[in-house]
Structure formats: C-alpha cells, structure tokens
C-alpha cells in the first residue's frame, strides 16, 4: 500500500491588507506554521510522500526570508517531497523557484517540477506526472498529455496539476488553468491531486482539490484541510481522508433583529468565539437603546478575545422605546433632535447612516450624564 499526503495552495507571503497590522501578522505567521504542522502530519501518519499541488507561494516577489522560512518548516518530514508551480508561484523563466534555487534553499528530498517530465520514484515505487504552470494564466488544459506518457507497467500513476476543473463552475465562466472533467480516467491514472480551488472537494472518484491548509476567506468552502490518500496498488480506488489542518476559524456571520430574543441569541453567539476565530459580522434589523448597548459591549468585549472580528452595523436602525426616551430626561430640544433621527434613520442613504450614528452617540451622552449625576 502507498499513503501520500495531498496538499496545495499554501499562498506563503500572502498579505492581510485588509485587517489591523497585528491580525494581518499573525494570519501571515498562521501559513508558515501550518507547512510545519503538515510536516508533523507527514511524519506521524508515516506517509511515503507529500504533493503539494501548485500555489506554494502567493506571489513572486516574496522575501528572500520568507522563501528560506518556507523550505526550513519541511524539516519536520525527511520524506520526499514533490511539488509544482500554480498560477501565483508560475515556473517562468526567473521565478521564486529559479530565487529558491539560487539561494540553495530547497532541501534534498523536496523535487519542485518545472517541466511537464514524470518523475519516478523508488521508494515509494509510483510515476508521478506533473502540470506545472508555467506561466500564470493559460487558456489550454496543460494535463492533456498526460494519456500519451508511457510509464512502468506495475507503477501507479498519479498525476498532479493546478486548475480549474471544466463543468464545475457556475454557467457562463470562462475558466483559466483549464483541467478537463474525466481526466483521471481518461490518463488512467490512480489519483489527481488538484490544487487551484481553495476548498477541499471532490470532484470524482480518483480527483480531489486539497484546498488550502490554512483558510484565508470568508467563503465557507471547506477550507482549512490536508488530505490522506491511501492507494492499495495500481488500479485500486484511492482512499481519500480529509483532515483538518487550519489554525484560524474564519465565520461570516449575518445577524437580523427583530425581536429582544435575536439580541440575546446575537450576544450569546459573540460570547462562543474565543482566539482561533476571525469574524465578519453584519447586523441588521432594528433594536431599543438597552439592546444597542448590550450589543456594542459584546463586540467590544469579543473584540479583545478573538483574533478579529470586524463589526458592520450599519442596517442595524435604532428604535427607541418611548421608556427609553423618558429615561434619557430629554425634554424639550434634546427631545426634538431625538425624535427628528429617529425619523432620518429611514432608508439606505448616508444620511440615514449619519442619523442612526447621531443617535446612538447622543443617547449613550445622554445615558452616561445621568449616570454620573446620579453619582
């Protein structure tokens, strides 16, 4: 039996331009500590390779630090390691690769493919038949020879390529990096070990994405995942084990109130989340004064616990109780603006944005004067 483990998509050097400068660290920090886990992977569940399938590294430009960083997190596995180019990290003519090469960073037992060439290794006995990009975009299926490349009778045949698979997009795309359905079957090959897609799928029997290892986005693909193939000898079934690999949680969350319930169940879902999440939540609907602070206090107070969480709550429209208003003790003028933003929260314009700003500031002054003077 060969056991191999089938990664991809690691996007070292990725940027976070998005997040605070700390979060956007320590998401960066999380890829490199992931390639050490995956080696850790390797070693324990005694796999005969590892194939990384494209997109090791996010961009060409990456630090010469960050390329020997990335080939130093492999010690963890003395076994061979094989892997190509994806559309990020493509094997042009200077490359990262041609950098890594110079910079004698790539360790021994790590074969990087350059060419379309099999690779046969002896232990484990297998033909491995690469697709490295070799350039970032391509509109032609770079696997289609695979069919035509002789290899040992009695070896299996994995193949191992970077793409998108034609037929599983939504209608109309124009796919780049095309890879066409049914070509396990078509190369007779055991496995294809596809990288591109950042979720971890199936697409047939004998073809899988790994997805990338550590989840980079809020799409809730099933990302943040290895896969153990196990493969009992040529012609067999592969026997395919997601596991899970990634450090970070990332949720996106939509959160409508229309009840005091909703608050409370928003509040307890915030109170759930703890370091290994990153957040994006939307808050719409409407809530009191009392909801609008107890919901201000738990973001604030998850803010702190997680590693982000980015709070949009502009849909949500203050709707003060008229308990509320008598509490504030705003007669008179102030009772005049506060009814006047009530009335401009109405709709989806800046100006409505403003209003629900205004008023959530001008009622937490006034909450916290009467507090004081109660004092």
Same mark, same amino acid.
């Given at each position: ?19 605070? #400068? ?39 430009? !990456?630090?010469?630090?960050? !390329?020997?960083?990335?080939?130093? %997190?492999? %010690? *963890? ?10 559309? +990020? ?19 021994? =037992? ?8 099999? !690779?046969?290794?002896? =232990? ?37 390529? +970077? ?13 780049? =990096? ?23 799928? @199936? ?13 980079? =986005? ?28 990634? &450090? ?47 919901? @201000? +206090? ?20 203050? %709707? ?22 009530? @009335? *401009? ?10 209003? &629900?700003? #205004? ?14 003077? %109660? &004092?």
């Amino acid at each position: 039996m060969i056991k191999l483990l089938h990664t991809a998509d690691w996007q070292i050097g990725k940027l976070f331009g998005q997040f605070e #400068a700390d979060d956007a660290s320590a998401l960066a920090e999380a890829r490199i500590a992931t390639v050490e886990d995956l080696a850790r992977l390797a070693t324990e569940e005694q796999v005969d390779l590892v194939l990384v399938a494209g997109d090791v590294f996010d961009a060409q430009g !990456v630090a010469d630090k960050t !390329v020997r960083r990335l080939f130093n %997190a492999l %010690a *963890g596995y003395r076994g061979p390691w094989v892997m190509i180019p994806g559309n +990020h990290d493509a094997g042009l003519a200077e490359s990262v690769w041609t950098r890594a090469a110079r910079l004698q960073a790539i360790p021994a =037992n790590v074969t990087v493919c350059l060419s379309p060439a099999p !690779v046969q290794l002896a =232990n484990p006995p297998l033909a491995i038949l690469p697709a490295p990009l070799t350039q970032r975009i391509t509109y032609t299926d770079l696997t289609e020879g695979f069919a035509a490349l002789e290899t040992p009778a009695g070896l299996p045949r994995i193949g191992l390529a +970077h793409g998108s698979v034609q037929g599983l997009l939504a209608d109309g795309i124009d796919s780049t =990096n095309p890879v066409a359905a049914g070509r396990a079957a078509q190369a007779r090959l055991d496995y294809l070990a596809l990288g591109d897609w950042h979720g971890t799928r @199936q697409v047939d029997e004998r073809c899988w994405y790994a997805g990338t290892p550590e989840t980079d =986005n809020f799409k809730g693909n099933d990302s943040g995942n290895a896969l153990l193939v196990e493969l009992d000898g040529p012609g067999a079934l592969p026997r395919v084990t997601p596991v899970a690999t990634g &450090r970070y949680r990332w949720h996106d969350r939509t959160s409508e109130l229309l009840v005091g319930s909703d608050t409370d169940r928003l509040v307890e879902e915030l109170a759930g989340f703890g370091p290994r999440d990153v957040i994006q939540l939307s808050v719409t609907g409407h809530t009191d004064l009392a909801g609008h602070r107890r919901i @201000q +206090h738990a973001i604030g107070a998850t803010g702190g616990r997680v590693r982000s969480l980015a709070a949009d709550l502009s849909a949500l429209r203050l %709707a003060p109780t008229d308990e509320d208003i008598a509490a504030l003790q705003a007669d008179g003028y102030l009772g005049a603006v506060i009814d006047e933003l009530r @009335q *401009g929260q109405e709709g989806n314009d800046a100006a409505a944005g403003v209003a &629900r700003d #205004a008023l959530a500031l001008l009622a937490g002054l006034l909450d916290e004067l009467r507090g004081s003077e %109660a &004092r």
